[in-house]
Nanobody, 124 residues
Framework: QVQLVESGGGLVQAGGSLRLSCAASGRAFSSYAMGWFRQAPGKERMFVAGITWSGSSAYYTDSVKGRFTISRDGAKNTVHLQMDSLKPEDTAVYYC?????????????????WGQGTQVTVSS
């Protein structure tokens, strides 16, 4: 069993930065792929970024490539999402996710564990 708790959301102006963090509890964290999804008002939840169990590979949806960076700290059982050059269209609730085995997939149904979500609001 894995429990995920996000932090770091908030309100920021366009062009600004935020860093989301996700603390994972439970065994075998290092065996899980980790990722982030987001859901904007009135829209479907969608994949944003993912990182493999080893941290050797990261994947991003096209709209955030070059602006967002996902990373993981195995010693602290945490995963981070550094978000730079934020745009109003990045406004959404961001969810931390985990899955086993430790490969990254974009399908929402393939992720086993979800955090409660953290709100990110980017003002224009």
């Amino acid at each position: 069993q894995v429990q995920l708790v996000e932090s770091g959301g908030g309100l920021v102006q366009a062009g600004g930065s935020l860093r989301l963090s996700c603390a994972a509890s439970g065994r075998a964290f290092s065996s899980y792929a980790m990722g982030w999804f987001r859901q904007a008002p009135g829209k479907e939840r969608m994949f944003v970024a993912g990182i493999t169990w080893s941290g050797s590979s990261a994947y991003y949806t096209d709209s955030v490539k070059g602006r967002f960076t996902i990373s993981r700290d195995g010693a602290k059982n945490t995963v981070h999402l550094q978000m730079d050059s934020l745009k109003p269209e990045d406004t959404a609730v961001y969810y931390c996710v985990a899955r086993y085995p430790g490969t990254v997939v974009v399908g929402i149904a393939s992720w086993d564990y979800w955090g409660q979500g953290t709100q990110v609001t980017v003002s224009s």
